[in-house]
């Protein structure tokens, strides 16, 4: 079951691979716990925008592991999709104690702190998280959206011209909505 998921994962069928790993889960000793399940199927849940679920995986796979950083930053992300913007930033915060110099976290933690209306502690942590990874897509299209929060329409159309020549796809759809 969990090599099944696995390949289903790899594959991207997310569906197909939840239920395998809800199979694996089922029959797993409560002795024994596979905590690799759980992260397998929060990453699955996650591409089927099931973000709860995606959550309640990533709780029992960080409760064994409270100081996997990549599990803190997925958990934070599935949250920032869900609008739980507070809990977001204490996930990216403890991520960000753990390693100080990885771009991701501070431009999900911009983001979430845009999401709660923070916007000068979100710019400088997308701005941070820009200085660690100068070509960085979704730091551009994140500090854009922030940009636009702050009425400085002239600056988020500078960033989403930059994401764009980056290759990020979302952002010539933006140029082409918001800065013509």
Known sequence: MILKGRARLELKDYNYAVKEFNEAVKVMPADKIDYIVYELRAKARFEIQDYKGSVTDWNV???AFP?????LISRGSAKINMNDYSGAIVDLDEAIKINGNNPVSYNYRGAAKGGNKQLVEALKDIDHAIKLKFDYPSAYVNRAAIKFARKDKRGACEDLNKADSLG???AY???DQYCK
């Open 67 to 71: 100081k996997d950083e990549e599990a």
């Open 173 to 175: 759809k933006l140029i």
């Open 168 to 170: 990020d796809t979302v």
């Open 61 to 63: 796979f960080i409760d």
